[in-house]
């Protein structure tokens, strides 16, 4: 039957219900978690029924139309959980888990745009105030990006005078990355109190709990990096 064939039934009383999966929606994302609740039930051909009052304006009688109903696709309807509890556990994990690292680098990105630098900039000057000179490959490593995006950030960072490209003498073909004498006080003077925002943004966790998660999100990235990279 086709969505412009009607069907004629009694009218219906109180829906009857039955447990579905319905997605809830988070705020601020793309990410969904589904959660259980109730909805009226649907046709077993998969197909809601929608009552309206067809040909009212063909001068039909709308009394008479009373209990037709079309049937149409129920494209807004949820999908139903296609997969076992283990999996929607590890899928909740890493729904979580981005959920909190975004929110995170977030904040942090906030507070980095108070000494004029983006978050990646930030991280490039405190990564080789801390670990001293690396090469371009090592700082990718490092930061977790792309050579090409390397390059990108020391063009910019070098335009502000904060690093410099140091072609090692041993090796020409190698290029290295260096902190300035701007750069280096630049870090100097913002990092004690970035660190301590840092450490007020962690406060939801007492040291323990930190260090556990620690723990954990250590045990489950070297996991992946090892057997699954």
């Not at 700082?139 to 390059?151: C, I, P, S």
Request: net charge negative.
């Amino acid at each position: 039957m086709n969505s412009s064939e009607h069907i004629r039934h009694e009218p219906p009383g109180e829906p009857t219900l039955q447990s579905t999966t319905e997605t809830r929606l988070l705020p601020n994302t793309y990410w969904a978690l589904p959660t259980k609740t109730a909805r009226p039930a649907l046709p077993r051909d998969g197909r809601h029924v929608r009552h309206d009052r067809v040909g009212a304006s063909n001068g039909q009688d709308p009394d008479e139309l009373r209990g037709v109903a079309t049937l149409a696709p129920d494209l807004d309807r949820p999908a139903p959980q296609a997969w076992t509890a283990d999996q929607d556990t590890a899928f909740r994990l890493w729904i979580v888990l981005s959920r909190c690292y975004g929110t995170y680098a977030k904040a942090v990105a906030t507070k980095v745009q108070d000494y004029g630098l983006t978050a990646s900039q930030f991280s490039t000057l405190e990564v080789l105030y801390h670990l001293g000179p690396l090469t371009l490959g090592e700082l990718a490593d490092k930061l977790f990006v792309t050579r090409g995006n390397v390059t990108y950030l020391m063009d910019r960072l070098v335009s502000q005078g904060l690093v410099y490209r140091h072609r090692c003498p041993d090796d020409q073909r190698v290029i290295q990355a260096k902190l300035t004498d701007d750069g280096r006080a630049l870090v100097a003077r913002v990092f004690p109190g970035h660190v301590e925002y840092i450490e007020h943004l962690s406060r939801h966790l007492d040291e323990d709990e930190q260090e556990s998660l620690q723990g954990l999100l250590r045990c489950l990235g070297e996991g992946i990096a090892g057997s699954d990279l």
